[in-house]
Protein backbone atom coordinates (compact mmCIF):
# COMPACT_ATOMS: atom_id res chain seq x y z
CA UNK A 1 0.00 0.00 0.00
CA UNK A 2 0.95 3.78 -1.11
CA UNK A 3 1.97 6.10 1.36
CA UNK A 4 -1.08 8.23 0.68
CA UNK A 5 -3.52 4.94 0.51
CA UNK A 6 -2.44 4.80 3.95
CA UNK A 7 -3.01 7.98 5.31
CA UNK A 8 -6.44 7.93 3.66
CA UNK A 9 -6.98 4.51 4.86
CA UNK A 10 -6.21 5.98 8.25
CA UNK A 11 -7.79 9.09 7.95
CA UNK A 12 -11.16 7.32 6.65
CA UNK A 13 -11.25 4.40 9.67
CA UNK A 14 -11.06 7.22 11.82
CA UNK A 15 -13.81 9.37 10.42
CA UNK A 16 -15.69 6.04 10.73
CA UNK A 17 -14.78 5.92 15.00
CA UNK A 18 -16.28 8.94 15.40
CA UNK A 19 -19.82 8.00 13.63
CA UNK A 20 -18.89 9.32 9.74
CA UNK A 21 -21.31 7.46 7.15
CA UNK A 22 -19.11 9.16 4.66
CA UNK A 23 -16.00 7.39 5.85
CA UNK A 24 -18.13 3.71 5.63
CA UNK A 25 -18.88 4.46 2.54
CA UNK A 26 -15.28 4.62 1.41
CA UNK A 27 -14.62 1.64 3.34
CA UNK A 28 -16.81 -0.35 1.84
CA UNK A 29 -15.81 1.09 -1.57
CA UNK A 30 -12.52 0.68 -1.30
CA UNK A 31 -12.48 -3.25 0.03
CA UNK A 32 -15.58 -4.43 -1.76
CA UNK A 33 -14.00 -6.36 -4.26
CA UNK A 34 -11.69 -7.42 -2.01
CA UNK A 35 -13.56 -8.83 0.95
CA UNK A 36 -16.27 -10.32 -1.18
CA UNK A 37 -13.68 -12.83 -3.31
CA UNK A 38 -11.96 -13.67 0.14
CA UNK A 39 -15.85 -14.32 1.06
CA UNK A 40 -16.84 -16.43 -1.71
CA UNK A 41 -13.42 -18.42 -1.83
CA UNK A 42 -13.91 -19.00 2.00
CA UNK A 43 -17.80 -20.30 1.58
CA UNK A 44 -17.95 -20.90 -2.42
CA UNK A 45 -21.90 -20.12 -2.88
CA UNK A 46 -22.40 -16.59 -3.83
CA UNK A 47 -25.45 -15.99 -2.42
CA UNK A 48 -24.03 -17.55 1.02
CA UNK A 49 -21.01 -14.72 0.42
CA UNK A 50 -23.15 -11.47 -0.40
CA UNK A 51 -25.03 -12.14 2.73
CA UNK A 52 -21.68 -12.80 4.72
CA UNK A 53 -20.75 -9.67 2.90
CA UNK A 54 -23.38 -7.65 4.35
CA UNK A 55 -22.89 -8.97 7.59
CA UNK A 56 -19.70 -8.17 7.29
CA UNK A 57 -20.55 -4.43 7.24
CA UNK A 58 -23.17 -4.20 9.70
CA UNK A 59 -20.49 -5.86 11.77
CA UNK A 60 -17.94 -3.13 11.45
CA UNK A 61 -20.21 -0.88 12.21
CA UNK A 62 -20.56 -2.74 15.60
CA UNK A 63 -17.61 -3.03 16.41
CA UNK A 64 -15.19 0.06 15.13
CA UNK A 65 -15.42 2.19 18.21
CA UNK A 66 -13.54 -1.54 19.53
CA UNK A 67 -11.00 -1.28 16.92
CA UNK A 68 -7.56 -0.58 18.31
CA UNK A 69 -6.26 2.34 16.07
CA UNK A 70 -2.06 1.19 16.52
CA UNK A 71 -3.69 -1.83 14.36
CA UNK A 72 -4.02 -2.59 10.29
CA UNK A 73 -7.21 -2.30 9.68
CA UNK A 74 -7.36 -4.70 7.35
CA UNK A 75 -6.14 -7.88 8.99
CA UNK A 76 -9.02 -6.67 11.42
CA UNK A 77 -11.90 -6.47 8.69
CA UNK A 78 -10.72 -9.62 7.42
CA UNK A 79 -10.36 -11.29 10.93
CA UNK A 80 -14.37 -10.32 11.23
CA UNK A 81 -15.27 -11.42 7.95
CA UNK A 82 -13.63 -14.46 8.55
CA UNK A 83 -15.31 -15.36 11.89
CA UNK A 84 -18.21 -14.92 10.33
CA UNK A 85 -17.51 -17.17 7.65
CA UNK A 86 -16.54 -19.45 9.76
CA UNK A 87 -19.09 -19.41 11.99
CA UNK A 88 -21.33 -19.75 9.34
CA UNK A 89 -19.89 -23.03 7.51
CA UNK A 90 -20.01 -24.78 11.15
CA UNK A 91 -23.81 -23.98 11.34
CA UNK A 92 -24.32 -24.78 7.51
CA UNK A 93 -21.74 -27.03 6.21
CA UNK A 94 -19.79 -28.55 9.58
CA UNK A 95 -17.90 -31.14 7.42
CA UNK A 96 -15.62 -28.17 5.12
CA UNK A 97 -13.79 -27.57 8.03
CA UNK A 98 -12.05 -30.81 8.84
CA UNK A 99 -8.53 -30.70 8.17
CA UNK A 100 -7.63 -32.88 5.46
CA UNK A 101 -5.39 -36.19 5.56
CA UNK A 102 -1.99 -34.60 6.40
CA UNK A 103 -1.64 -32.57 8.77
CA UNK A 104 0.88 -29.17 8.30
CA UNK A 105 3.65 -30.72 9.77
CA UNK A 106 3.72 -33.78 7.25
CA UNK A 107 7.75 -34.19 6.16
CA UNK A 108 6.36 -36.17 3.13
CA UNK A 109 6.28 -33.23 0.24
CA UNK A 110 4.63 -33.05 -2.94
CA UNK A 111 8.25 -32.06 -4.54
CA UNK A 112 9.36 -35.73 -2.92
CA UNK A 113 6.28 -37.82 -5.08
CA UNK A 114 7.21 -36.08 -7.84
CA UNK A 115 10.52 -36.52 -7.67
CA UNK A 116 10.52 -40.46 -6.61
CA UNK A 117 7.34 -40.99 -9.23
CA UNK A 118 9.25 -39.03 -12.06
CA UNK A 119 6.16 -37.95 -13.82
CA UNK A 120 5.63 -35.00 -15.63
CA UNK A 121 4.84 -31.98 -14.01
CA UNK A 122 1.77 -29.80 -14.87
CA UNK A 123 2.11 -29.89 -19.14
CA UNK A 124 0.69 -27.59 -21.65
CA UNK A 125 -2.41 -25.52 -20.50
CA UNK A 126 -3.43 -22.20 -22.21
CA UNK A 127 -3.88 -18.91 -19.98
CA UNK A 128 -7.26 -18.83 -19.95
CA UNK A 129 -8.23 -22.83 -19.67
CA UNK A 130 -5.33 -22.20 -16.83
CA UNK A 131 -7.12 -19.66 -14.68
CA UNK A 132 -10.52 -21.76 -14.79
CA UNK A 133 -8.76 -25.07 -13.48
CA UNK A 134 -6.63 -23.07 -10.45
CA UNK A 135 -9.81 -21.78 -9.54
CA UNK A 136 -11.47 -25.46 -9.97
CA UNK A 137 -8.76 -26.67 -7.82
CA UNK A 138 -8.62 -23.94 -5.06
CA UNK A 139 -12.15 -25.17 -4.76
CA UNK A 140 -11.39 -28.51 -3.86
CA UNK A 141 -8.65 -27.69 -0.48
CA UNK A 142 -9.95 -27.16 2.73
CA UNK A 143 -10.80 -24.13 4.14
CA UNK A 144 -7.65 -23.75 5.93
CA UNK A 145 -5.51 -24.04 2.63
CA UNK A 146 -8.00 -21.77 0.86
CA UNK A 147 -7.93 -18.83 2.86
CA UNK A 148 -3.93 -18.97 3.46
CA UNK A 149 -3.37 -18.95 -0.21
CA UNK A 150 -6.33 -16.49 -1.02
CA UNK A 151 -5.30 -14.20 1.73
CA UNK A 152 -1.03 -14.25 -0.01
CA UNK A 153 -1.58 -14.68 -3.29
CA UNK A 154 -5.01 -12.58 -4.28
CA UNK A 155 -4.96 -10.29 -0.81
CA UNK A 156 -1.29 -10.04 -1.12
CA UNK A 157 -1.19 -9.62 2.69
CA UNK A 158 2.42 -10.36 4.22
CA UNK A 159 2.92 -13.33 6.26
CA UNK A 160 2.54 -11.47 9.62
CA UNK A 161 -1.06 -9.73 8.62
CA UNK A 162 -1.89 -13.84 7.58
CA UNK A 163 -0.82 -14.72 11.19
CA UNK A 164 -3.21 -11.68 12.38
CA UNK A 165 -6.06 -12.50 10.44
CA UNK A 166 -6.46 -16.45 11.19
CA UNK A 167 -5.01 -15.54 14.66
CA UNK A 168 -2.40 -18.07 14.77
CA UNK A 169 1.83 -18.22 15.40
CA UNK A 170 3.96 -17.30 11.92
CA UNK A 171 5.77 -20.61 11.77
CA UNK A 172 1.94 -22.13 11.22
CA UNK A 173 1.39 -19.51 8.50
CA UNK A 174 4.19 -20.73 6.56
CA UNK A 175 3.61 -24.28 7.64
CA UNK A 176 -0.18 -23.91 6.61
CA UNK A 177 1.13 -22.14 3.18
CA UNK A 178 3.44 -24.43 2.32
CA UNK A 179 1.02 -27.30 2.50
CA UNK A 180 -1.44 -25.67 0.71
CA UNK A 181 0.78 -24.76 -2.50
CA UNK A 182 1.95 -28.81 -2.32
CA UNK A 183 -2.20 -29.50 -2.44
CA UNK A 184 -2.97 -27.29 -4.61
CA UNK A 185 -0.51 -28.96 -7.42
CA UNK A 186 -1.25 -32.65 -6.30
CA UNK A 187 -4.56 -32.02 -7.31
CA UNK A 188 -3.83 -29.97 -10.09
CA UNK A 189 -0.92 -32.87 -11.45
CA UNK A 190 -3.85 -35.60 -10.62
CA UNK A 191 -6.68 -33.87 -12.62
CA UNK A 192 -4.63 -32.67 -15.30
CA UNK A 193 -1.36 -34.93 -15.55
CA UNK A 194 -0.15 -34.07 -19.03
CA UNK A 195 -0.68 -30.34 -18.76
CA UNK A 196 3.12 -28.41 -18.35
CA UNK A 197 2.83 -25.29 -16.81
CA UNK A 198 6.56 -24.09 -17.06
CA UNK A 199 5.64 -23.86 -21.24
CA UNK A 200 3.34 -20.96 -20.46
CA UNK A 201 5.24 -18.78 -17.92
CA UNK B 1 22.20 -37.14 10.79
CA UNK B 2 19.98 -34.09 9.92
CA UNK B 3 20.62 -32.60 6.39
CA UNK B 4 22.98 -29.13 5.99
CA UNK B 5 20.78 -26.16 5.66
CA UNK B 6 22.45 -25.29 2.42
CA UNK B 7 21.87 -28.99 1.55
CA UNK B 8 19.93 -29.64 -2.01
CA UNK B 9 17.49 -31.53 0.14
CA UNK B 10 16.98 -28.67 2.20
CA UNK B 11 16.69 -25.78 -0.54
CA UNK B 12 14.29 -28.62 -2.49
CA UNK B 13 12.31 -28.16 0.44
CA UNK B 14 12.20 -24.28 0.51
CA UNK B 15 11.17 -23.78 -2.88
CA UNK B 16 7.47 -23.93 -2.77
CA UNK B 17 7.75 -20.74 0.15
CA UNK B 18 10.59 -19.21 -1.42
CA UNK B 19 7.90 -18.49 -4.87
CA UNK B 20 5.33 -17.84 -2.12
CA UNK B 21 7.63 -15.02 -1.27
CA UNK B 22 7.85 -16.54 2.61
CA UNK B 23 11.62 -17.22 3.33
CA UNK B 24 13.28 -14.88 5.70
CA UNK B 25 16.24 -12.86 3.83
CA UNK B 26 18.54 -15.38 4.96
CA UNK B 27 16.90 -18.45 3.16
CA UNK B 28 16.35 -16.51 0.17
CA UNK B 29 19.91 -16.04 -0.25
CA UNK B 30 20.53 -19.67 0.25
CA UNK B 31 18.06 -20.51 -2.04
CA UNK B 32 19.30 -18.23 -4.66
CA UNK B 33 22.86 -19.52 -4.61
CA UNK B 34 21.87 -22.82 -4.80
CA UNK B 35 19.88 -22.67 -7.48
CA UNK B 36 23.14 -20.89 -9.67
CA UNK B 37 24.38 -24.72 -9.67
CA UNK B 38 21.43 -26.86 -9.40
CA UNK B 39 18.99 -26.83 -12.62
CA UNK B 40 17.23 -29.64 -11.07
CA UNK B 41 16.11 -27.08 -8.30
CA UNK B 42 16.04 -23.73 -10.44
CA UNK B 43 13.51 -26.18 -13.01
CA UNK B 44 11.22 -26.59 -9.71
CA UNK B 45 11.34 -23.61 -8.63
CA UNK B 46 10.07 -22.22 -12.16
CA UNK B 47 7.11 -24.93 -11.45
CA UNK B 48 6.30 -23.25 -8.00
CA UNK B 49 5.90 -20.05 -9.71
CA UNK B 50 4.23 -20.97 -12.42
CA UNK B 51 1.28 -22.00 -9.89
CA UNK B 52 1.97 -19.09 -7.13
CA UNK B 53 1.50 -16.23 -10.73
CA UNK B 54 -1.27 -18.04 -11.63
CA UNK B 55 -3.10 -18.04 -8.15
CA UNK B 56 -2.06 -14.05 -8.33
CA UNK B 57 -3.89 -13.32 -11.66
CA UNK B 58 -7.27 -15.38 -10.88
CA UNK B 59 -9.88 -13.23 -11.94
CA UNK B 60 -11.58 -11.39 -9.28
CA UNK B 61 -15.23 -11.71 -9.30
CA UNK B 62 -17.39 -8.62 -7.85
CA UNK B 63 -20.04 -8.34 -5.83
CA UNK B 64 -23.63 -7.27 -7.33
CA UNK B 65 -24.22 -3.37 -7.02
CA UNK B 66 -27.32 -3.94 -5.00
CA UNK B 67 -25.38 -5.81 -2.54
CA UNK B 68 -23.16 -3.88 -1.74
CA UNK B 69 -25.98 -1.02 -1.95
CA UNK B 70 -27.40 -3.43 0.81
CA UNK B 71 -24.50 -3.03 2.95
CA UNK B 72 -23.92 0.29 2.71
CA UNK B 73 -27.49 0.93 3.85
CA UNK B 74 -27.47 -1.57 6.78
CA UNK B 75 -24.51 -0.70 8.02
CA UNK B 76 -25.01 2.84 8.36
CA UNK B 77 -28.65 2.14 9.86
CA UNK B 78 -26.53 0.26 12.43
CA UNK B 79 -23.80 2.62 12.84
CA UNK B 80 -26.35 5.11 13.47
CA UNK B 81 -28.17 3.11 15.97
CA UNK B 82 -24.29 2.76 17.77
CA UNK B 83 -23.98 6.49 17.66
CA UNK B 84 -26.84 6.95 19.40
CA UNK B 85 -25.97 4.35 21.78
CA UNK B 86 -22.68 5.94 22.74
CA UNK B 87 -24.16 9.34 23.20
CA UNK B 88 -27.26 7.52 25.82
CA UNK B 89 -24.10 6.01 27.51
CA UNK B 90 -22.93 9.20 27.82
CA UNK B 91 -26.30 11.27 28.93
CA UNK B 92 -27.12 8.53 31.27
CA UNK B 93 -23.45 9.01 33.08
CA UNK B 94 -23.91 12.85 33.42
CA UNK B 95 -27.11 12.45 34.44
CA UNK B 96 -26.54 10.49 37.48
CA UNK B 97 -23.73 12.47 38.53
CA UNK B 98 -25.39 15.29 38.06
CA UNK B 99 -28.75 13.53 40.26
CA UNK B 100 -25.70 13.17 42.92
CA UNK B 101 -24.67 16.51 42.96
CA UNK B 102 -28.09 18.03 42.96
CA UNK B 103 -29.31 15.82 45.75
CA UNK B 104 -26.09 16.38 48.10
CA UNK B 105 -26.59 20.48 47.11
CA UNK B 106 -30.16 20.72 47.78
CA UNK B 107 -30.30 18.70 50.72
CA UNK B 108 -29.31 21.46 53.49
CA UNK B 109 -31.79 23.47 51.75
CA UNK B 110 -34.55 20.62 51.74
CA UNK B 111 -34.00 20.32 55.85
CA UNK B 112 -33.86 23.99 55.77
CA UNK B 113 -37.20 24.40 55.09
CA UNK B 114 -38.82 21.01 56.19
CA UNK B 115 -37.32 21.89 59.70
CA UNK B 116 -40.69 23.30 61.26
CA UNK B 117 -42.46 20.72 59.45
CA UNK B 118 -40.74 17.70 61.10
CA UNK B 119 -41.48 18.44 64.51
CA UNK B 120 -45.35 17.47 63.87
CA UNK B 121 -43.76 13.47 63.91
CA UNK B 122 -43.13 13.82 67.46
CA UNK B 123 -40.50 16.64 69.46
CA UNK B 124 -37.71 13.98 69.19
CA UNK B 125 -37.89 13.04 65.12
CA UNK B 126 -34.54 13.17 64.17
CA UNK B 127 -33.95 9.99 61.92
CA UNK B 128 -31.69 12.40 59.40
CA UNK B 129 -30.60 8.77 57.49
CA UNK B 130 -34.12 7.88 56.99
CA UNK B 131 -34.73 11.17 55.90
CA UNK B 132 -32.06 11.50 53.25
CA UNK B 133 -32.78 8.49 51.41
CA UNK B 134 -36.70 9.00 51.29
CA UNK B 135 -35.31 12.63 49.91
CA UNK B 136 -32.98 10.95 47.45
CA UNK B 137 -35.69 8.66 46.19
CA UNK B 138 -38.04 11.43 46.02
CA UNK B 139 -35.67 13.55 43.37
CA UNK B 140 -34.58 10.57 41.81
CA UNK B 141 -37.86 9.39 40.70
CA UNK B 142 -38.76 12.62 39.70
CA UNK B 143 -35.67 12.53 37.20
CA UNK B 144 -36.95 8.92 36.24
CA UNK B 145 -40.48 10.06 35.16
CA UNK B 146 -38.83 13.46 33.16
CA UNK B 147 -35.59 10.90 31.18
CA UNK B 148 -38.57 8.74 30.39
CA UNK B 149 -40.96 11.35 29.08
CA UNK B 150 -38.41 13.26 27.36
CA UNK B 151 -37.08 9.89 25.52
CA UNK B 152 -40.71 9.02 24.70
CA UNK B 153 -41.05 12.72 23.09
CA UNK B 154 -37.58 11.99 21.07
CA UNK B 155 -38.90 8.74 19.88
CA UNK B 156 -42.22 10.17 19.11
CA UNK B 157 -40.13 13.22 17.16
CA UNK B 158 -38.07 10.30 15.07
CA UNK B 159 -41.04 8.35 14.11
CA UNK B 160 -42.70 11.92 12.60
CA UNK B 161 -39.38 12.30 10.76
Known amino acids: MTWEASVGLESEVAQLRRGDPNALSALLMRYQNRLYRYLLRMVHEQAEAEDLFQQTWVRVAERIAQFDVRRNFEPWLFALAR ?43 LERERAGQLASALETLSV ?47 RYPDEDWKALN | MAPKLDSH ?32 CSAEM ?85 LFAAFTILVWATGGVAAVLLGRHRQQGRRMA
Open chain 1, 144 to 190: SYREVLTLRFEEEMKLEEIAEVLAIPLSTVKARLRRALEKMRETLES
Open chain 2, 9 to 40: EKIYELLALAAAGALTPEEELLVARHRETCKK
Open chain 2, 46 to 130: ERWRVLTGGLQRLPTPQPRAAVVERARAQAEARLTEEIEHRWQRAVIIFLVLYAWILTVVTWPIFRLITAGLLTRFGPGFNHSWF
Open chain 1, 83 to 125: NLAIDHLRRVRPSSLDEPIGGAESDITVGDRLASSHRPVLDGI
